[in-house]
């Protein structure tokens, strides 16, 4: 079996895993993320402003100043705008209602791309709870115990390697030669 649940959600499922592996996938901690894709349209549709709700005016609502993007022409096509807001600034707005923390979003990326002002079709809105391990003092001690299988379970995730998603993608893979082995596939 492939386990490639966070590693809180491994503790809270597999309840009789032996002590060393408890201790080594408790010290993962996650830091939250929030996701708000920003669907703009083409520059020949009508503008219409998006409708706006109160959003924390201290909060940085985008936490890479809107880097990724679809590959698209924007002003024929339009396209999507990856969002998101890392632990500090998601922590700040993890209850605030959805529409206040799309506003916000929209407000951050006006300020941006103030050529966009009425094209925004749609915000879109995720809570990761389990976003991206996070380094804390005292986790590389267990660090090299987290991938190792437990009983015929083989762990996976972005806890077990590099913690991002091509870190993640890696230990699925690692885990899968590793299972295939062992059955003899």
């Known amino acids: 079996m492939?386990?490639?649940?966070?590693?809180?959600v491994?503790?809270?499922?597999?309840?009789?895993?032996?002590?060393?592996?408890?201790?080594?996938?408790?010290?993962?901690?996650?830091?939250?993320?929030?996701?708000?894709p920003?669907?703009?349209?083409?520059?020949?549709?009508?503008?219409?402003?998006?409708?706006?709700?109160?959003a924390r005016p201290t909060v940085r609502y985008n936490a890479d100043t809107f880097l990724s993007r679809t590959p698209a022409d924007f002003e024929e096509h339009g396209g999507c705008y990856h969002s998101f807001m890392s632990d500090s600034q998601a922590r700040q707005v993890w209850f605030d209602p959805d529409e206040s923390v799309k506003s916000g979003a929209v407000r951050d990326f006006l300020a941006r791309f103030p050529e966009y002002e009425g094209r925004i079709r749609s915000v879109?809105?995720?809570?990761?709870?389990?976003?991206?391990p996070q380094y804390r003092v005292g986790r590389m001690k267990w660090y090299h115990l987290l991938p190792l299988p437990v009983g015929g379970v083989h762990f996976c995730g972005d806890y077990t390697i590099q913690s991002?998603?091509?870190g993640a993608i890696a230990s699925g893979e690692t885990a899968a030669r590793e299972l295939a082995a062992e059955l003899g596939a």
């Open 38 to 54: 920003i669907v703009v349209g083409p520059a020949s549709e009508r503008r219409e402003p998006y409708p706006a709700a109160a």
């Open 2 to 8: 492939i386990c490639a649940l966070p590693a809180p």
């Open 164 to 166: 991002n998603m091509e």
């Open 10 to 36: 491994a503790l809270e499922v597999m309840t009789d895993l032996p002590g060393w592996k408890r201790d080594a996938l408790r010290s993962v901690t996650y830091g939250s993320w929030i996701s708000t």
């Open 124 to 132: 879109g809105i995720h809570r990761w709870r389990y976003g991206l």
